[in-house]
């Protein structure tokens, strides 16, 4: 679906365009990642996710994919937690602009209120303002913009290569409680 909305995202480099994320390449993969406004640091396990990132990206980029994360935090905030998680991606801010909430992973306080959101393609039990995703887009060549896929949930693992090793192990992923073993890279002892 062609992007008709004209998003302007916070970037180091000054304010930016949805265009002009894909730096010159014809496909740009987004990582909502969970960090609002008024939040200390990034969701850990879209923090785990990013862990991922920086390997794939010099291959990506050699296959004419651009990938970037995008949260509502301030960019002030987004450029000090990626500096103490050590990321080199690119990762930019959607503060003032609904991308976010138009690409059904950020949710108003009055959806959230409802006791259900409208999240992973259909009604969501659990509430939140902030949920995952991965989301693709299409630049063509007169320079318009399209929304070509969207996954959420358990969709975005994958991106986590490390589930994918633990898969292979005898005691697989060994979680109790869904991602709740997940730590900030940073924070296992």
């Known amino acids: 679906m062609r992007v008709e909305k004209e998003y302007v995202f916070d970037t180091p480099d000054g304010p930016r365009a ?12 987004v990582q909502h990642f969970m960090f609002a406004p008024g939040w200390k640091e990034g969701c850990p396990s879209c923090s785990y996710m990013a862990d991922h990132t920086d390997g794939m990206n010099k291959h990506l980029a050699h296959h004419d994919v651009t990938m970037i994360a995008v949260s509502r935090a301030p960019l002030a905030d987004i450029e ?3 500096r103490r998680m050590g990321w080199q991606f690119r990762w930019v801010s959607s503060n003032g602009n609904p991308f976010n909430y138009d690409f059904r992973v950020s949710f108003t306080p009055e959806e959230v209120a409802t006791g259900h959101i409208d999240y992973n393609f259909g009604e969501w039990r659990e509430t939140g303002e902030e949920w995952p995703g991965l989301s693709a887009f299409y630049n063509d060549e007169a320079g318009d913009v399209f929304h070509t896929y969207s996954t959420f949930g358990r969709g975005v693992e994958v991106m986590m290569g490390t589930y994918a090793m633990l898969d292979l192990m005898p005691n697989g992923r060994n979680e109790a409680e869904g991602m709740d073993w997940v730590r900030r890279h940073d924070r296992y002892e």
């Open 18 to 29: 949805l265009a002009d994320l894909f730096d010159g390449r014809s496909q740009l993969l």
């Open 80 to 82: 000090r937690y990626r």
